[in-house]
Structure formats: C-alpha cells, structure tokens
C-alpha cells in the first residue's frame, strides 16, 4: 500500500514538474507575442520609436484638438503637457472620450502622426482633474 | 523535506514581490516631488484673458505687490481657503488676482457667483499652460509678486498663519 | 462575553454608518466626503449609493461587513471549538482595517464652512447596477477574511467535521459572493461603457480575477481536503485567497498599474495596504509552515474523483498564475527597466483557453470515472485515441476556435445526456449542484467562443432617416431628439433594426450632466438569446449626419444566463445541508 502511494506521488510530481515546463514555455512565448509599449509623448520622443511598430500611447487628449475629419476619420492631439502627438483615428470615439481627460490608444507611427486602430478613455473614480494635494 | 523547499520558495517569491511593490511605489513619489518658485521673475509671452474672455492688460500683473492665487470650481481646498482670501482683501491694501486653473468658465463664473468674488479679475487658464510656466503643481496655490518677480510662493492652503509667516512682512 | 462584544462592535460601526448615510440623505455638504461625491441634483437612491461611491466609503462599508460577518459567525457559531481563534484572527484584521480607515481614509473630515452643493457623484456611476456591484464585491472579500480565519482556527484546534461544514458554509459564500460581483461588474462594463465587450483583461479585472480563480481551487478542496487527503493544500489555498484579496485592493489603491478603469491613488494608502500585506502574508504563512507537520496527508489514489480534483486544483492554479504573471509583469519591468508596458488580451485568452478545455475534458472524466476505473487498459487507449484524433485536427487546417467549440458542444451534450439518463432512470439526480454549476461553466465557454468567433463592428455616419446593410440586418436611424431630465440634459436616438421582416427598437443615448458637464451615453441594445444589436450614438457632424458605432454580438445572452445558473449552482450546494 505505501508503496502505491509513493508510485501515485511520483506520478504526480512527474506530472507537475512536466507541466510546470510547458507552462512557462507558453507563458514566455505567449508574453513575447503580446507585450505593448505603454509610452507617453514625451517617452515617444525620447525613444527612437520605428515607424508601424505597435505600441500604446497614453495621455491627456489636449483642449480643443479633437477635429472630425471626412469618413468617420477623426483627429486629436494626445498631451502629456510637456510634449504632444497628433493622433488620426477612424471610427466611433468611445463615450467617455472628452477633451481634457485620459486616453489610451493603441497604434503606431506614421510620418510623425499616430495612427490608432483603438481608443480606450480611461474612466475615473473621480472625474475632476486631478489635484495635487500638499501638506506641509 | 519538501514542505522546505516549499517554504523557502514561498517566502522568496513574497519578499521578493513586496520590493518590487515597495519600489515602484518609492519611484511614484519622486515624481511628484514640488519645487518653489520664489525669487524668479514673472515672463509672460502670450496674451492672457480673464474668464469672460477680455484681454488683460499685462502691466497690471507686473506693476507693486500682485498676490496671485490659483484657484478652480473643482479644488475643494480652494473652497476652504475663500473666505479668508476674501478677508484679506477688506483687510489689506492688496491687488489679489486669480488664475482660474483647468476650468470650465461657467462652473467658475457659478463658483464666484455663489462664493464671493475678491478677486480683481482671474485670468483664465483652461489648458494649464500659463499656470505650468509659472511652476504651478496643482491648486491651490499662491505666489506673492512685486513687480513681476515672486518673492513668496506656497503650495497649498493659505491661512492666517500661512499668511504672517510667508507673506505678511511685505506688507 | 466574547459574542456580546462582537454585537457591539458591530452596532458601532452600523451607527458610524448610518450617520455618514444620514448626512449623505441631508445634503450636508460641510462633510468633505459628502461634498466630492454628492449633489442636491441627484436623486435619492444615488444619494444613498453615493456613500460606497469613492474609496472612503467603500472601505467602511467593507468593514462595517466584516465586523457584521464577525456578528453572525459568534450568534450561530458560538459553542464550536473554533470560536476563539477565529474571533482573534477576525479581530485582528478589522484592527488594522480601522486603523488604515482613520488614518488614510476618513470619511468624517469636515469643511469649517458649508458649501451650497456638492461637485456630484461621477455620473458613471450613476447606474443601478455599479451602486451595488462595489459592496458585493466588498462581501466578497471580507467573506474570505472568515474563511482564512477559520483556516487558522483549524490549523491550532485540528479540522474536524464541524469545522468542514462551516469552512464549506462560508467558502461557498464568498465564492457566490465574488462571482456575483464580478458578473454585475461584466454587466455594468457591456451596457454601460458602451465598449462593446464584458471582459477587457485589463488588470483591475485581473486583480478580482486572481481571488477569485483561488477560491475557486479552494471550494473544490474542501471536498476530497475532509478525507485528509493534501489538507495542507487546501489550508495553502484558503490562506492565499484571503492574501490576494488584500493585495488587490493594494494594487488597485495605490496606482501602480496602467489601467483604464483609475481610481484616486494615494501613495501613503499604497504604503499602508502593502504593510498590511506582508504583515498578513508572513504572519500566515508562517504559522503554515510551523503548522504544518500537524496537517500529516495523504496523496489520492490513481483515477479516482479525488485525484481528478487534485488536477482540477492544479490547473487552476495555473491559469492563476499566468494571471498572475500577466497583469503583474508591467510592474517588474517599470521597476527594473524603467519600461511601461501593457499586455495584451491575446495573452490571456491564447493561454487560458486550452486549461479550459482540459478542465472541461476533467469534469467528463469525472462523469465516466467508474467505467473508467473498471478498465484501466481501455481508458488509457480510449485517451489515447482521443488526444491523437485532437492533436490530428489541429494539425489540419481546421480553425482552432471552431475546434473548440465543437468540443464544448459536444461536452454540453455528453453532460445534459447523462444528466437527464441519470434523472430518469432514478427519478433523482445526485449532487444536483454540481451538474447544474458544470453544466453552466460549459455553456459559458461555449458562449465566450461564439462571442469571440462571431461578433462583428462597423462604425457608419448617419443622417436621420439614413439605412445601412451590415451582416443580414438593415439598420435605420429614426430619429434624434433632445430631451431634459433633472440633473442632464440628453440627446436620444431611435433605431430600428430590421431583419428578416421582424423589426426592433433601439434607443441610444448621450447625456450631459448639469454639474460639471461630464458626457456619457447609453448604448442602445436589443437582445435576443443568440445575438444583440449593440449602438453607440457618437459625435454630430457640420451636416446633420452623426457617427455610430454599429455591433452585432453573439451569445452576450447565453453569458448571463449560464453565469446566473452558475451563481444558482453555487447556492444551492452551499445552503443544501444547512437548515439556515
């Protein structure tokens, strides 16, 4: 009997071991494939970012920038108030995009223009601008 | 044996999981480390407008004792320091001018309309722009100027002791 | 002694809170909390809801359950051996839960001046669903806190059978609990984000997610856990649970992560929680391990149902992980490399998929497990032949996604088949809850891939009157109107989706809020089992036309309900043996 259960344990710990392997092969692989920059503008000028290279562009959409173009297509410019980026996108903006509040869309660069394929707004706790409180 | 290996496993993922916590939470607070603006000289380069959208004429910001306070509708600090503000300028001979930051112009007409106005007029920064080259961080804020250079700056509330220690030996 | 100190502490914190919600009822903007998150606009339900709106209240609010948990744990409970142990640990925790609520998060603090109105409840939350959908997933937390308390109490007094039925009482609780909330939260984000989608993998979603796969391995411990069988790992299991809650709410409050749903972060909470957590995590984990020669276990024989839940368990614990890993890693590479990175859904659904299906494959195992211990030679070739006629299809140029759900239809039916042969043949179905709850997680997948596969988006410019033919189905705008209601204004759009001579209304909505002219909208949707009609209203053009955001997405129905007969599942098997 004891030695069917260590047999079992083994069993197990094989089994374990095994699949421990695959998983991080997977999970590696899997991680390589979907990694996004998350850059803001200022990090976008900072590095040499290639043109119709994936990445995230996260931001303030800057006050009175949001222009609707022909065809659905639409353009803003994406702030982080120290740099910016023009940003095209065609379709429907999400309904929490407004001026002045965060964006985060996923696209690339063209010509020094960010063509997003995907506008996500943030949504806020909070929705006032935020404030910095000191204290001392 | 194995319970060991666990047990030393376990422990080394955590501690390690709660410096990476602990790190990138230090590396937050760095970035919002503020800086005082006192002793540099006011350098205004674009027209400025007061919320109803007139001009304002730059001599009355560079000319005596100008108390600058940065202030908005949503800044609930800034609601508690109004009724002082107010105060001061029944109280004082001071030119108290405003700087309405990241605003809606209706919400802080709404604002000064329910609260008092004290101010002279408030200029009207909507993007934050003007506010940044002056070196504001956030609301409220006051800066202290004679003749367009800061002589005071204070992050945060102004009150009675704020006010003797930071601005009142000026006047 | 003991229980009447755990009523009063609870009827403290109850007027604590009543009072706050007092003042929330009154308008009395001179409270800071009141005044961040109310108007005298809003109307009197929101009024209410608006006390767990924002962090403050929230978090009294999941103490107020904690401490309540506490109460009813002492009145029904109070002979059991385990009492005092679990009371310390409960007391404990709520210690230092108090102790972070005034310190970091007072909802008390007062303005010295009155303010005419407040600056409104963020309107997105201005929704039924989202004013309930935070304190249930509060209960759920704090019900694990109990949970984790009795683990402990069974790690000094031994786990007997009493403790089994309670920790099964309260572990089932929670896992509803949890489960409830992050359905009301999939709901709340496909009806009123307007997105188009139930679940984003975006890290605040992962965050519940990681408690909420644990506790799932746990409940499914307890079962072969009472035959002494891995006991330590089921009390591994209840202690990480409660320990991933905390850190959810750590992650989540102190910012450190990108995500697009934010919350208002403090760097001295974040300190706090963290605290808190090491706190919590070496403290249990220690007593664990010192504990641990007092668990003595045995390991489940080959093919038995035991050793397929010891699978199950396995598994699970590693779709935890690749969560884990995946919503975590952004912070390892901020920290060390100083990169911000996002990673995407692909991640997730690519690697969690194929440990769905295996889960599945287990839940059919288990339901042929006497055939298959009967012959163990036939069920090593008939697994054999299956995993090559698997391994073939997937070679082939079949779609993988179609695969998939040729597999789950085909477990939906093996398992409703044997259902009903066993209902017949015996008038009675055995441990009812288990088949309805597997039953339910099979349809769910089977919807999520048909959702996935089959969904399509198109985004058009309409003028009222204008027709657009997409996938089968013409859609018309109506008409556009603009209406006034007490605290927005809104434009609203009517819709009519024709298909196959059966003709559906949709009304989509943008609103403008009177305090701070925030914008939102509600999505226009039409549902049938199969598939909805999904309309967003966007921006007007300079010619009347207006942007829209056009969905058709299937099986969004079938979601909802197999997740509510999951939740039904999970009450019934949790209250069945129980007279309360």
């Known amino acids: 009997m004891i030695r069917k259960n ?20 997977f999970v590696l692989r899997a991680l390589e494939n979907n990694i996004d920059l998350y850059l803001t503008p200022t990090e976008v000028k900072a590095q040499q970012i290639q043109e119709l290279e994936d990445f995230k562009l996260g931001g303030m959409v800057k006050e009175n920038s949001v222009e609707m173009l022909e065809e659905l297509n639409v353009s803003f410019v994406v702030t ?50 935020v404030k910095l409180e000191v204290s001392d | 044996m194995a319970t060991r290996i666990f047990l030393v496993l376990i422990m080394a993922i955590l501690v390690l999981m709660i410096a990476t916590f602990s790190l990138s939470l230090v590396e937050k607070e760095e970035i919002a480390l503020i800086e005082n603006q006192e002793g540099k000289s006011l350098n205004i380069v674009d027209d400025l407008y007061d919320i109803e959208g007139n001009q304002i004429p730059l001599e009355s910001l560079l000319e005596g004792k100008v108390l600058l306070n940065v202030w908005a509708s949503w800044c609930i600090t800034c609601l508690v320091e109004h009724p002082f503000l107010k105060s001061i300028t029944q109280s004082k001979d001071v030119k108290l ?33 003007f506010s940044l080259k002056l070196g504001v961080t956030g609301a409220p804020e006051t800066f202290l100027l004679i003749d367009g250079v800061i002589v005071s700056h204070r992050i945060g509330e102004v009150n009675m002791e704020i006010w003797n220690e930071k601005f009142a030996q000026y006047f | 002694m003991g229980s009447k100190l755990s009523y009063a502490n609870f009827s403290v914190l109850l007027i604590a809170c009543a009072y706050l919600a007092y003042q929330f009822l009154q308008d009395n903007f001179s409270f800071i909390y009141v005044f961040e998150n109310s108007s005298n606009l809003l109307p009197v339900f929101y009024k209410f809801s608006a006390f767990w709106s924002a962090h403050e209240g929230s978090f009294l609010l999941m103490i107020l359950f904690l401490s309540g948990s506490l109460a009813v744990n002492n009145l029904l409970f109070w002979e059991e051996k385990w009492i005092p142990i679990s009371n310390a640990t409960i007391a404990f925790i709520l210690f230092f ?39 249930v997933l509060f209960a759920g937390y704090v019900f694990y806190a109990v949970t984790f ?48 989608g139930y679940w984003f993998w975006d890290p605040v979603e992962n965050i519940v997610l990681l408690p909420w796969l644990a506790g799932t391995a746990f409940t499914h411990s307890l079962i072969y856990s009472r035959n002494k069988i891995l006991l330590s790992w089921m009390v591994f299991l209840g202690i990480s649970t409660f320990l991933l809650s905390i850190l959810g709410s750590f992650i ?68 935890l992980l690749i969560v884990f890993l995946g919503t975590l ?92 042969v066993e209902f017949f043949s015996t008038k009675d179905i055995k441990v009812m809850h288990k088949i309805l709850g597997h039953l339910s997680v099979v349809l769910l997948t089977f919807s999520v891939l048909l959702n996935h596969e089959f969904s399509e988006t198109i985004d058009v410019k309409l003028k009222p009157g204008d027709e657009i033919e997409f996938s089968g189905a013409t ?106």
């Open chain 2, 97 to 129: 001018i405003g700087i309405n930051y990241k605003d809606q112009s209706f919400n802080a007409e709404k604002y000064l309309l329910e609260n008092g106005d004290p101010y002279i007029f408030s200029i009207y920064d909507l993007s934050g722009e």
């Open chain 3, 149 to 196: 308390s009795l683990v402990i109490a069974g790690l000094f007094r031994g786990f007997d059978k009493e403790l089994f039925k309670n920790l099964k009482l309260w572990a089932g609780i929670s896992w509803f609990t949890l489960t409830l909330a992050i359905l009301l939260g999939s709901i709340w984000a496909y009806y009123e984000l307007g997105w188009g």
């Open chain 3, 329 to 420: 890693y952004p912070i390892v590479t901020e920290v060390f490399y100083n990169q911000k990175l996002s990673i995407g859904p692909d991640y997730f659904s690519s690697l969690i998929t194929p440990l769905v299906f295996v889960l599945i494959a287990l839940f059919l195992a288990e339901q042929f497990l006497g055939y298959l211990k009967s012959n163990q030679r036939n069920t090593l070739i008939i697994s054999i032949i299956i995993a090559s006629v698997f391994l073939f299809l997937f070679i082939s140029e079949l779609n993988p996604v179609t695969l998939g759900l040729i597999f789950v239809a085909l477990a939906l039916i093996i398992l409703l088949l044997r259902a009903l």
């Open chain 1, 80 to 129: 982080d108030f120290e740099n910016e980026i023009s940003v095209i996108y065609k379709g429907v903006l999400p309904n929490l995009f407004k001026e002045n509040s965060g964006v985060v869309a996923s696209g690339f660069l063209e010509e020094n223009k960010f063509i997003a394929y995907e506008i996500l707004a943030k949504h806020d706790e909070n929705y006032m601008p």
């Open chain 3, 475 to 580: 859609l018309k705008l109506e008409s556009i109107n603009v209406e006034g209601q007490a605290n927005f204004d809104s434009v609203v759009a009517s819709f009519s989706v024709l298909e196959s001579n059966l003709k559906k209304t949709l009304v989509s909505e943008k609103r403008v809020y009177k305090i701070g002219g925030v914008i939102t909208a509600e999505t226009g949707i039409s549902s049938s089992l199969i598939k909805d009609y999904h309309v967003v209203l966007g921006d007007r053009y300079q010619d009347g036309s207006w942007s829209i955001r056009y969905s058709i997405n299937y099986g969004i129905m079938m979601i909802w309900i197999s997740s509510i007969l999951l939740l039904f599942a999970m009450l019934y098997g949790t209250i069945r043996r129980h007279g309360y």
């Open chain 3, 97 to 135: 839960y108090l102790l972070f609520q005034i310190f970091t998060s007072n909802p008390f603090l007062t303005f010295d001046i009155l303010p005419k109105n407040g600056t409104d409840l963020n309107p997105l939350l201005q929704d039924p669903l989202l004013a309930i959908h935070p304190p």
């Open chain 1, 6 to 25: 260590r047999l079992n344990r083994i069993y197990l710990i094989a089994f374990f071991l095994l699949s421990l392997g695959a998983i991080t092969f």
């Open chain 3, 252 to 319: 989540v409050r102190s910012g450190i992560l990108n995500s697009v749903h934010s919350f208002a972060s403090d760097p001295s909470r974040g300190i706090f929680l963290l605290s808190l957590f090491a706190l919590f995590a070496f403290a249990s984990l220690g007593l664990f391990f010192s504990k641990s020669v007092l668990l003595k276990s045995n390991w489940p024989e080959l093919i038995s149902k035991q050793y397929l839940l010891v699978l199950n368990n396995i598994v699970l614990v590693v779709i």
